[in-house]
Nanobody, 115 residues
Framework: QVQLVESGGGLVQPGGSLRLSCAAS????????MAWYRQVPGKQREYVAL???????NYADSVKGRFTISRDNAKNTVYLQINSLKPEDTAVYYC?????????WGQGTQVTVSS
């Protein structure tokens, strides 16, 4: 079992930045990938980025160059640095851990980009 708690969302103007955090507890081994997804009401949850236990990163094309995923294994925490925010980045951002055939999700944190 893994429990995930996201934080760091909020209201930001276009062009601004945010850093989202996701703290993992439970099965706290750091030997699993961690990912971020986002979802807009009425649409499917969308993959954003992933970081492996060894630090390999992968991004959706829509966020490359603006989003940076990182992790602190000592704190069992994954981060998502979001720069140059656009209104279309508005969504609930979810942390995800795929582990032993199960997908674990946090409760989500709202990011709203608006002037």
């Amino acid at each position: 079992q893994v429990q995930l708690v996201e934080s760091g969302g909020g209201l930001v103007q276009p062009g601004g930045s945010l850093r989202l955090s996701c703290a993992a507890s439970g099965s706290t081994s750091s030997s699993y990938p961690m990912a971020w997804y986002r979802q807009v009401p009425g649409k499917q949850r969308e993959y954003v980025a992933l970081i492996s236990s060894g630090g390999f990163t992968n991004y959706a094309d829509s966020v490359k160059g603006r989003f940076t995923i990182s992790r602190d294994n000592a704190k069992n925490t994954v981060y998502l640095q979001i720069n140059s925010l656009k209104p279309e980045d508005t969504a609930v951002y979810y942390c995800n851990v795929p582990l032993r055939g199960s997908n674990y999700w946090g409760q989500g944190t709202q990011v709203t980009v608006s002037s």
